[in-house]
């Protein structure tokens, strides 16, 4: 790692630590079904709470006008509004801090000429990237404002999914500064880890299709889907077509969530396994623990999140898990890469 970037990588890593608590906050916004109590979105004026009564009433007779309080909620009262509020505003303010931290710093770093040509244009993807995350965040919620009390399930995993990978990149970008010397690579070991990397999206993927249609509320049994059944009769009857129920089916997105944590578990295994013959240094050897013990930690906490009916705190665990499970799969990748 060179002196001279030093700056960029702590810009780089805070930005990392700051998508990472923009997770966690939107995870458990999401388990306390806040995420529909701030129906207008004002980019300026909204970095503010309600600030007195006057305020505090206008918001909560908005929230009103709205399917969520017309369907669930009608019988809050504005300390329960208040009360899912703040996980809502709060997950929109730290968005909105990101995007200062990323801007005004990259400006900054541009002007005193600290980037190279290839860290600008890498830095300008990152900034797309996260000015979509806040498109997309803006574009689920408007999905459960019109005639449904929620948001759909489709645009709750583009959203999770993009903060992921923007997550991901920015990790990336920095571990380019950190370890600018290139090596002999395997090919062949390096296309093991990224078909890891694809698996492991499209479990998150899958994770996000369970949180947004509450699919963790039922069949509460491991290893089983319930008593005797290895798979529950309703994955195959709940939609019409037939594939729709590994999309839009409860049981069917389980089913399938269920299931490809096996398949992470495996594949991780085998990254692990194999890697021992392409181990060069500490830090590889390093990488490839901490991915068999994070995989371990989040298989056992999605079954415990499972079988105890998704807790909030296990709930959020699990994703803070997931993230950490990326994270090591992106550095992994990374060290056997170059």
Known sequence: MKKSNKKVIYWLLTGC????????VGGITRLTHSGLSISNYKLI???LPPMND???????ELYKQYPEYQKIN???????????YFWEWLHRVIGRFIGIVFFIPFMYFVITKQLSKETIKKSVFLMILGGFQGFLGWFMVKSGLVDRPDVSHYRLALHLVTAFITFACTFWVALDLIYPDTKKINTKYRNLIRWGIVILIIQITYGAFV????????HNYWPLMSDGKLIHDSVF????????NFIEG????????????????II?????YKGKKHVTTKIQQKSLHMLLIFVGVQFVLGVLTLILRVPILLGVLHQVMAFALLASMTFSLHRFSK
């Open 17 to 24: 630590l700051l998508i990472f608590i923009m997770v966690v």
């Open 45 to 47: 004026s909204g970095t």
């Open 54 to 60: 006057v305020e505090w009433n206008e918001a909560f």
């Open 74 to 84: 009608n019988e809050f009262t504005i300390q329960d509004f208040k009360d899912i």
């Open 211 to 218: 949180a947004g249609l509450d699919a963790g509320f039922l």
């Open 237 to 244: 009857i709940e939609q019409n077509p037939w594939i729709k």
């Open 250 to 265: 409860k049981s069917g997105v389980q089913f399938i969530h269920r299931y490809l944590a096996y398949l992470v578990v």
């Open 268 to 272: 991780i295994g085998v990254i692990w």
